[in-house]
């Protein structure tokens, strides 16, 4: 009897113990798959950690902290900015040079009666050159095609006079030079998606290559992906990026951006800004608001109009908005290699008085060149070589 009461306990014993490690193994197996399942005492901590409150009112310049991100040391060499409108003026010379070769075909007719003379104002009407540009133009042609007769070589006299209406005696240096202990400032401006950001990752580069030392602002920031973009561009070359949560303060975060900057004795600071169009009191308020507070640290050097070739008498009304708003030094005029319409540089020097400075051929890295007349206007008359 003892043995048997001494063989059913250990049956017993045996039986819940098998029972305990089944259970414990099917919990496991459980919590694997669906770890929300169990309401162990770490998965209850980390749910309770909330999300920080989103901030009721944007932060003030004086107590943001801006994430900064600093880039790894290993980073491209980029383009030297000085061949680079030669390597890109094939490019120039695919999308503008129609309108110089219908120029001097209309040029070389043997009679250069009123009808011709009409149809090289159309064609340079057509490729954005401007009313008063394109009269002056025409003026000096008749003028000297006259005075000079048979001797005169069409496409000479085109050319002076082409290379005379884009202007050559412009400067069109920027100015991005360290002085008294603080960086340059260039602000970029412009209508969202006329390619701004990516100008400001660009232009990063063009500086990079002289090695000088860059600092961006991403202080477009109602746009979520620019604060993005503009840190991998950033990235790239070594430049560390400034950059605050979607909808806080563009000043703020210009403020902190031109902050680090100085303390990082850089040569000088590009800021991205928002370039929302709906009402002229409100950009000039954000824009005036931007400026004002990084002049609380050093003076903006630049503020350069981003404008897209492609959206031509658009382009030229986005030009005066922005010509009454802020003082813009000079323009940077992308996706030229997309439009036909490159007489639109020399219409939209006229409206603002300021040069066109660099130009946008592609969308590769290095395809922003600092402008040349001269091989502009052999790109024109469709001289690649
Ligand atoms: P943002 O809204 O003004 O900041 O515009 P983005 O910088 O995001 O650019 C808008 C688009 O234009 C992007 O797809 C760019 O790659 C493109 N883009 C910018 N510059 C050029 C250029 O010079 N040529 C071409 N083809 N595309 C460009």
Do not use: C
């Not at 048997?4 to 919590?31: P, W």
């Not at 840190?231 to 070359?237: D, L, M, N, Q």
């Amino acid at each position: 009897m003892v043995r048997v009461g001494e063989f059913l306990y250990l049956i017993i014993v045996i039986a819940v113990v098998v029972v305990a490690i089944i259970a414990g193994l099917v919990t496991t197996t459980l919590r694997r798959r669906h770890p929300e399942a169990g309401p162990g005492p770490q998965e209850t901590e980390v749910r309770e950690e909330a999300p920080p409150p989103r901030a009721e009112t944007q932060p003030t310049v004086e107590d943001t902290e801006m994430p900064v991100v600093t880039p790894a040391p290993t980073v491209e060499r980029p383009e030297a900015p000085a061949g680079r409108l030669v390597r890109l003026r094939e490019r120039l010379s695919r999308s503008q040079g129609a309108l110089g070769r219908g120029l001097l075909a209309l040029l070389s007719r043997e009679q250069l009666d009123e009808e011709t003379w009409e149809d090289i104002e159309d064609t340079l009407l057509t490729a954005d050159v401007g009313v008063k540009p394109t009269q002056e133009l025409v003026e000096h042609l008749r003028t000297r095609l006259r005075v000079e007769g048979a001797g005169a070589s069409p496409r000479e006299v085109l050319r002076e006079e082409l290379l005379n209406l884009v202007d050559p005696t412009m400067d069109r240096s920027i100015d991005v030079e360290r002085r008294n202990g603080v960086p340059g400032v260039v602000l970029l401006v412009g209508v969202n998606g006329t390619g701004k950001t990516t100008t400001v990752g660009k232009l990063a580069r063009v500086l990079v290559a002289e090695d000088k030392q860059v600092v961006l602002g991403a202080a477009d920031t109602f746009r979520a992906a620019a604060a993005e973009q503009l840190a991998t561009w950033g990235e790239r070359v070594g430049a560390p990026a400034v950059r605050g949560p979607e909808g806080s303060d563009p000043a703020s975060v210009a403020y902190e951006a031109v902050k680090h900057g100085v303390e990082r004795e850089a040569d000088v600071v590009l800021v991205d800004t928002a370039g929302r169009l709906q009402n002229k009191a409100g950009l000039m308020d954000e824009l005036g608001k931007v400026k004002r507070v990084i002049e609380k640290q050093a003076p903006v050097t630049e503020v350069l109009l981003v404008l897209d070739a492609t959206t031509g008498q658009n382009g030229m009304i986005q030009a005066r908005v922005f010509r009454e708003v802020v003082d813009v030094t000079g323009i940077v005029l992308t996706k030229l290699d997309g439009s036909a319409k490159g007489g639109i540089v020399v219409a939209v020097q006229r409206e603002l008085g300021v040069p066109v400075k660099f130009v946008g051929l592609g969308e590769g890295p290095d395809d922003l060149a600092p402008f040349d007349p001269d091989t502009f206007v052999d790109a024109l008359l469709g001289e690649s070589t």
